[in-house]
């Protein structure tokens, strides 16, 4: 049996020492560290710790919502951690270490698992409705645009894209010269 960690913050900016010490404190053997945002498919680390756990490990996580991006994907995981044989501890579910192991523990994982997606729910709307308030009084401006109309990078890749029937170059290839990803790329010709 090994017993391995998972810590997560959702930008570079934030430090996972908190985490990894109480991970360390448990006995975790393995910590796993990641810096991306839950709500993205590309937590690799993470991915990589599913792929490394067999019959008879643990997984622990300081707090759910450093583990599943939702209620629904939360389910999922540990069902697939469930068939496997691999429990999932939660160290601070609401002052209390929550182990999948154990049928209270699945119910509790259920239950609370609805509430942090709630929880994040809400923060979104508070989010968007501060955002909407900040527009009616005229003081957001959104995200600034990365690249500007006078972007030399950006123009090159324009007429990139408008000569590719005699260049034969693919998109792929365009933004890879110009350093243009393929989104901005399309948008540019959009409002062009």
């Known amino acids: 049996m090994v017993i391995y960690g998972y810590s997560r913050v959702s930008s570079a900016s934030q430090p996972l020492d908190t985490q990894v010490q109480a991970l360390k ?15 993205t498919l590309q937590r690799h680390q993470f991915q990589k710790l599913l792929e490394t756990v067999m019959r008879d490990d643990a997984i622990v996580v300081t707090k759910l919502d450093r583990f599943a991006r939702s209620t629904k994907d939360a389910l999922s995981t540990i069902d697939t951690l469930n068939k496997k044989g691999v429990s999932l501890v939660v160290l601070n579910m ?62 090159h890749a324009l007429k990139l894209f408008e000569s590719r029937g005699q260049t034969k170059m693919t998109v792929d290839e365009i933004c890879e010269i110009t350093k243009i990803s393929r989104s901005s790329l399309y948008r540019a010709m959009h409002n062009a």
């Open 25 to 39: 404190e448990y006995g975790c053997e393995k910590i796993f560290r990641e810096k991306v945002s839950g709500r």
């Open 94 to 155: 609401g002052g209390d270490v929550v182990n999948t192991s154990t049928p209270i523990g699945k119910l509790m994982i259920t239950v609370l698992a609805g509430i942090a997606e709630f929880e994040a729910d809400m923060i979104k709307e508070r989010q968007l409705e501060g955002i909407a308030a900040a527009k009616e009084r005229g003081i957001y401006k959104g995200r600034p645009k990365t690249y500007g109309a006078s972007h030399k990078g950006l123009q």
